[in-house]
């Protein structure tokens, strides 16, 4: 694994998102219950936001809680909004230090109350970053995200503020929770599973994928590092021919 010095820094994917998978298998190895794992993983988090930032990514969306993942028995659940909170609460200050602005996505509505109070108040006070933005999916889910549009979509046709013909895919992109931001350029996925879980379904339909099997637990400054490499040595074609792209 080479070093920092090895990537070009001109060619820094400007959203990358990562789905944190690993944290029961990290937990389980140790001898440990499932919220083990999710408590040790704080810090792939922190070194995460940390790298992004440093290195220049604008966007930085972690896959934190998905819509399945309410049918975890209850006492996980719970454990895992109660770090939420915990987390939140605790790493506000070090974004605020670093200029980093806090959103979500997802259906927020269904955390519980406090989950939602801490989350406000975070993103009220990081919303004046300007380095990077760290986006948390929490509830969401890729088909959750496409429904909710075609919801508020069919809505707009039915008050006469949308036609049907004129629907194109910036149409739909601007209905997704997205809207505001570039689609990812990267997906990372730690754990080895060679699937993207219903995670950003209309938004990863170019992106580069880089799995490890390495679990979220285990993730490091290093390994968030030599994922923007692998990213660089790619030639993203979004359907072109080689000779195409080098014309262009």
């Known amino acids: 694994m080479t070093g920092k010095a090895e990537i070009d820094t001109q060619n820094i994917p400007a959203h990358v998102a990562v789905i944190m998978d690993g944290n029961g298998r990290w937990a389980k190895q140790r001898g440990g219950l499932r919220v ?10 922190r070194e995460t936001v940390e790298e992004a930032a440093e290195l220049g990514v604008r966007y930085l969306t972690l896959y934190a ?27 506000t200050a070090t974004l605020l230090k670093n200029s980093i602005r806090l959103e979500s996505i997802g259906d927020i509505a ?6 939602q109070r801490e989350l406000a108040e975070a993103k009220e006070l990081t919303k004046a970053g300007t380095r990077m933005t760290l986006v948390l999916a929490l509830s969401y889910s890729g088909r959750w995200d496409l429904t909710q549009a075609s919801k508020r979509m069919t809505a707009d046709v039915a008050e006469g503020k949308l036609k049907p013909a004129d629907v194109t895919e ?12 570039p689609d990812p350029e990267l997906l990372i996925r730690t754990s080895g599973e060679q699937r993207i879980s219903n995670f950003l379904l209309w938004q990863l339909a170019y992106t580069e994928l880089y799995i490890t099997d390495l679990l979220w637990p285990d993730f490091r400054k290093q390994h968030f590092q030599e994922a923007i490499r692998a990213y660089q040595r790619r030639e993203r074609r979004f359907g072109k021919t080689s000779e195409q792209i080098a014309v262009s």
């Open 36 to 45: 083990f794992g999710h408590q040790s993983a704080i810090t792939a988090v």
């Open 65 to 91: 809680f998905s819509t399945e993942n309410w049918n975890r028995p209850a006492l996980e659940v719970m454990a895992l909004m109660q770090l939420l909170v915990h987390t939140i609460r605790q790493e």
């Open 110 to 115: 269904a955390l519980p109350k406090n989950c």
């Open 170 to 181: 910036a149409t739909v992109a601007s209905y997704l929770v997205t809207a505001n931001m």
